[in-house]
């Protein structure tokens, strides 16, 4: 039986590496540290890897079956590499959804410039929360494109059927987002 010591069983599921697979080593510094590049296009790879191999079906299944192959990630890590993979969740024929990578992701995501000028037809907001008014039924393709986008500005987006709210981090950043917003649409 192999002893670990304490900081040795953190370091290990932080997903640091030891040197040889020798737990009792020093970790190893460098690409491997938790957070880098290498482990984010690491754990992107076996992502896609999963998508394709199996149908996954919910953020929490695929953080199972990461964990089953090492990798341990938080929610938010998660939501992050979908987001930066541009992975959809698509409907097969028995009505199950599933996460599956278009093979035309940079086409189906249109930029907010694009679509300002014909989609937003009034912007207005109090505080940190901004409400952007569109066509019916074209909010949500408003609100994930911001969302794509990532304006450091925004927390987040809540999409209606014709009504889309903005959630930024303060009021004076609202009043940015709602100016930017405003001139890109002609308004």
């Known amino acids: 039986m192999q002893i670990r010591l304490k900081w040795q069983e953190h370091i290990f599921r932080a997903g640091w590496s030891f040197a040889d697979d020798d737990t009792n080593a020093t970790p190893r510094m460098g690409s491997t540290l938790p957070g880098s590049n290498f482990m984010k296009s690491k754990r992107q790879a076996a992502i896609i890897r999963l998508i394709q191999q199996e149908k996954v079906h919910s953020q929490?299944?695929?953080?199972?079956?990461l964990k089953a192959k090492g990798q341990d990630v938080t929610q938010a890590t998660l939501s992050r590499d979908l987001r930066d993979l541009r992975l959809v969740k698509v409907t097969d024929a028995d009505g199950e959804s599933f996460y599956a990578q278009p093979s035309d992701a940079p086409s189906r995501v249109p930029t907010v410039t694009q679509l300002a000028a014909t989609l937003i037809?009034?912007?207005?907001?109090?505080?940190?929360?901004?409400?952007?008014?569109?066509?019916?039924?074209?909010?949500?393709?408003?609100?994930?494109?911001?969302?794509?986008?990532?304006?450091?500005?925004?927390?987040?987006?809540?999409?209606g059927d014709d009504t889309l709210l903005i959630i930024a981090r303060s009021e004076s950043e609202r009043i940015t987002v709602q100016n930017r917003l405003a001139e890109l649409a002609g308004i």
């Open 121 to 159: 037809r009034s912007v207005e907001g109090t505080g940190p929360l901004l409400v952007a008014r569109t066509p019916p039924g074209s909010a949500e393709a408003l609100g994930g494109s911001l969302d794509f986008e990532g304006w450091e500005e925004i927390l987040g987006t809540i999409a």
């Open 60 to 65: 929490e299944q695929l953080r199972e079956l």
